[in-house]
């Protein structure tokens, strides 16, 4: 018997005048005319978002006289959720989706193919290669990182124009699910009965926020976007916490030993239900094993999460999606670690537990908190990772990894060889998706663009082409470099190939960085800066030193370190990259990106001269590096062979990064002021602001050192 589904069509007709070069004159216009099914909220979104291009003067709606006919229908059993076809005729074009985001997605697509040809359609069919693609969005309330730099977003994400604005972006880029992380979300979200006074709001804020939460979750489930609040899940409320003299973490939001007592587990089955109860439009929720379990062992932390979180999950009068994320810790402390003992522990646990909608989501960090770095995993949180959840395959959950971004927050980034290559090598069949994110870094006001005149309102839409290039490929990985340069000839007429080279190439700046110097939780590197934690000294966030070059081992393991290549020349790995190879393959990526946007003149336009400063940007810092890279390996040399003309080279390259640097200083100088960032302020206290131009004290010291560090 056929699936009732198939039977479905949307009766969407649109009609266009005889495809032909357009115009500006409105007569010469695409005409359309649309009748749809307003029962879909998917479908009348797409079918707005085409119709955007009337007033971009692409077409014009009409009433009467159809030339051209689309219709929709959904075919279940022959096209999986999110995917779609479209078939070009003569005269017509049927769209043959999975479901109704499916419908959307065509929708968009022929928007795409009008905005970049006029006229043109062409057949197409997609099915998405991951069912999970989400952004990772931590909330400036009750965050669990505090500073100037995250605090700042509070009104911006108070906003639910900014809202619109980013679920716009993410339904457009095909991402399709919004991840908002913090502490404790419950007590914005609802007023218990059993515990009122967790909630120190006024019941009119209340109402604020439940009108807020509403149209957030209803807004993102128009686009065919799913949303899950994921919190640190043994942190209460601070209301709660000194009503009832538990849980003194919750008050300091801060790592510690965690509050186990009945009361606290009663109250977070209490929020958790009715949170389930209240806003019907959210899709899941999410927990974290680790933060604030100081003193648990890992048994004592799964029963604390059953006892309390999923047994509020149980009695809710619906199901939800779940988001596991794995234990960040094997021992009795907060510290990151990992065991195979506990990912076998886990893995019992995800397979029993069936309280749940669909397979449980379980997040594990690809490279720890630098997913921008190797498309090998090396670790995750806390270190190696073993085969435990997969093998043999999971029936009950899938894997998703997280990409965390605390690399690059000022400088625009698009590199889709490394998507690609990334998903290549890390999508078997247990992986069912990908997040993309920062911990330290908010997306949503821009107070880093300086000079006035541009058109971007927000932060995300700065890092346009970070988002566009992530969630198109997560969702169709054939996607060719092709469509992105088109983006980018939109946006800058006359200069898109070179545009889109000339980032390709700066972009992996950041990547070889954090390749070479592995960093792994969040302030142990800040690739943008060349910043992190250096080798033998205090945690403080300071300029990499040739030291800490000299000594660390890299993250890719194709790369050969400093130490190793000077010290092991007879036994060296003839198939890795050495130190030299790696500076030579640096500079001639940065050469093109230079020379692509040579002749490339901004004018007036201040978006534009934004994208070429940070190109330039890119490769100036990896030009620093590079000749940076040559001087550990000359000083390298000099203090096993005391040669001293190793140690004249050493200072010769190292004079060449400095210019380098004052470069990168200078020319970044003319469009950004030193600004707030999490990445660059470790404590609390510190209040630095950051800016190459401040950094540059340090690296000039280093090279005096190097000069008489003979």
């Known amino acids: 018997m056929k699936n009732l589904m198939n039977k479905f069509i949307f009766p969407i007709l649109i009609v266009f005048a005889s495809l032909m070069q357009l115009t ?8 359309l005319k649309i009748i749809f099914d307003t029962s879909s909220p998917q479908l009348n979104y797409g079918v707005s978002q085409l119709m955007k291009l009337e007033s971009d003067r692409v077409v014009a709606f009409v009433t009467s006289n159809p030339d051209y006919s689309i219709f929709a229908r959904i075919d279940s059993l022959n096209y999986s959720k999110e995917g779609f ?15 109704e985001t499916g419908i959307m997605y065509a929708l968009l697509e022929l928007k795409d193919q009008l905005m970049l040809t006029g006229s043109q359609l062409t057949s197409k069919k997609v099915e998405p290669a991951l069912s999970f693609r989400a952004l990772k969005f931590n909330l400036p309330w009750d965050s669990y990182r505090r500073g100037e730099a995250l605090q700042l977003h509070y009104e911006t994400c108070r906003d639910l124009d900014f809202w619109e604005a980013f679920l716009d972006m993410m339904a457009e880029n095909r991402f399709n699910a919004l991840t908002l992380w913090n502490l404790h979300p419950f007590n914005y979200l609802v007023k218990t009965e059993k515990y009122p006074e967790a909630c120190g709001f006024s019941d009119e804020e209340m109402a604020e926020w439940n009108h807020f939460w509403t149209t957030l979750f209803r807004m993102a489930k128009n686009r065919g976007i799913e949303t899950y609040l994921v919190n640190w899940n043994i942190f209460v ?40 109860d209240a806003y019907p439009d959210l899709t899941g929720l999410g927990i974290t094993l680790g933060e604030g379990m100081a003193g648990m062992t890992p048994v004592e932390r799964e029963r604390w999460l059953h006892d309390s979180f999923i047994e509020g999950v149980r009695q809710a009068s619906r199901k939800i999606k779940f988001i596991y994320r794995a234990p960040l810790s094997s021992g009795l402390g907060s510290g ?53 959840y997969w093998n043999p395959l999971p029936t009950n959950h899938y894997i998703a990894w997280m990409i965390r971004n605390e690399d690059f927050f ?61 969630g198109n490929l997560l969702y169709n990985p054939q996607t060719p470099d092709s469509y992105f340069e ?25 990547l070889i960085i954090a390749s070479f110097f592995n960093g792994w939780w969040d302030f142990t590197l800040y690739s943008e800066g060349m910043l992190g934690f250096n080798e033998n000294e205090p945690p403080s966030v300071k300029l990499l030193s040739l030291k800490t070059m000299m000594g660390r081992k890299p993250l890719e393991p194709k790369c050969i370190g400093v130490e190793e290549f000077v010290g092991n020349q007879k036994s060296l790995n003839t198939n890795g990259i050495s130190p030299l190879e790696l500076a030579d393959s640096i500079d001639s990526f940065c050469s093109k990106a230079m020379l692509e946007i040579q002749e490339i003149d901004p004018k007036n336009n201040i978006d534009l001269l934004y994208e070429l400063t940070d190109i330039k940007a890119w490769s100036y810092l990896g030009m620093y590096f590079s000749n940076k890279l040559r001087a550990a390996v000359e000083y390298q040399r000099f203090l096993v062979s005391k040669n001293p003309a190793h140690h004249a080279k050493a200072v010769k390259w190292l004079e060449i990064a400095v210019g380098k640097w004052s470069k990168l200083a200078d020319v970044t100088n003319e469009v950004y002021k030193p600004v707030p960032l999490m990445q660059y302020n470790f404590r609390r ?15 000039i010291a280093e090279l005096e050192w190097l000069k008489t560090s003979k």
């Open 24 to 31: 500006s004159c409105a007569s010469d216009k695409v005409k």
């Open 237 to 276: 409320s601070p209301e709660f916490s000194r009503a009832h003299n538990v849980s003194p973490i919750s008050i300091e939001s801060s790592l510690g030993i965690g509050d186990t007592s009945e009361i606290v587990k009663d109250y977070m089955r209490e929020v958790v239900r009715d949170v389930i």
């Open 336 to 388: 990151a670690s990992t065991s195979v003992a506990v990912e076998q522990l886990t893995r019992q646990s995800l397979d029993t537990l069936t309280c749940f909608d669909g397979p449980i989501n379980v997040e594990l960090k690809f490279n720890w908190s630098h997913g921008h770095s190797s498309p090998a995993l090396v670790k995750v949180h806390g270190g190696k990772l073993e085969d435990t």
């Open 85 to 99: 076809e479209l078939r070009v005729q003569e005269g017509s074009v049927t769209i043959i989706a999975g479901d």
């Open 685 to 699: 206290d510190d209040v630095r602001m950051f800016h190459w131009s401040n950094i540059e004290n340090e690296v």
């Open 486 to 510: 088109q983006a980018f000839e939109r946006r800058f007429k006359g200069h898109g190939k070179q545009l889109f080279e000339a980032q390709l190439n700066a972009s992996r700046v950041p």
């Open 410 to 470: 000022m400088l625009r980034w698009g590199q889709t060889d490394f998507i690609r290559a990334h998903l290549a090598e890390n999508t078997p069949e247990y992986v069912g998706g990908y997040y993309i994110g920062s911990e330290t870094y908010i997306p949503a006001k821009d107070y880093i663009t300086h000079l006035e005149g541009s058109s971007y309102k927000y932060a995300f839409e700065r890092q346009w082409m970070f988002y566009k290039s992530w």
